[in-house]
């Protein structure tokens, strides 16, 4: 007997729903890092980051100059065949110090950053989940710490502790954290509410588990994408601490003192433009990565 045309249709219908049960789901991340390299402003600034992390590693065997070795001979000496970016005024490449200063620049915002997210993220995940006088006293902490401006207070801080960068970087982990605490604070709010949580206090989890294992792991996105945002702040406060002569100490080639270095020099304009620049591409690819990072894991935006 003939198959008839709705008969064939529930056949093919069958077959398609036995294939899409064959294939396991993607996973988020697996969806967030497709959707994230699909955005050529976040890949254009991942490059950017990378390159300048790669010539800091490498600036030893890359720099034409000892970056600290004086030639007052030929001091503020213009960009030349032998000095691509000129020279500074004790006579110093500023090439090779621009190179070494992101040996300096880079490591400190990424330990500032990394610290402050995981210390940040931890207090007010735990402040949001206990509740009660914890999050309240805790929320008060952090009010009080916001109700400076950052970089006022990391001045205060860094010059009662003495110009230098551990100290610098002390003064910034201070101040740097609460933003993650708020943040963190708001999801895990939101997210101890939901109806997995109940589920696995009836399983017999303890509430550090379900904090560890389901809730905050849930509450990360934000996070994330602050953390990728702050590099490049972190890169700015570090620069003008040094500006300012509260971090990075001569002859250490830092480029906020770099640039400190070139400001009253007008016409050697690179001794602090080229520094300023290596500023700028930082902060900027880092603002395109977290701007990618937030289009990614925003579920109301479909780029697959």
Known sequence: MPTTTSEA???????????????????????????????????????VLFVWVAIAATAPWIAPYDPIEQNIPIRLAAPSADHWLGVDGLGRDVLSRVLYGGRVSLPVAAVVVVLASLFGTLYGALSGFCGKWVDEIGMRIVDM????????LAMAIAAALGPSIRNSMLAMLVVWWPPYARVARGE???????????????LGMSNRRILLRHVLPNALAPSLVLVAMDFGNAI????????????AVPPTPEWGAMVAEGRELIQQWWISTFPGVAILTVAIACNFIGDGLRDAMDPRINLR
């Open 188 to 202: 895990v709010m939101a997210l101890k509410e939901r109806d997995f949580v109940p589920a696995a206090r009836s």
């Open 9 to 47: 249709t529930i056949t093919a219908a069958s077959g398609v729903a036995e294939r899409e049960r064959a294939v396991p789901p993607e996973s988020e991340w697996r969806l967030v890092w497709r959707r994230l390299i699909r955005n050529p402003m976040a890949v254009g600034g991942a490059f």
């Open 145 to 152: 710490v916001l109700s400076f401006p950052a970089l006022i």
């Open 236 to 247: 700015i406060i570090t620069a003008a601490l040094s500006f300012l002569g509260l971090g």
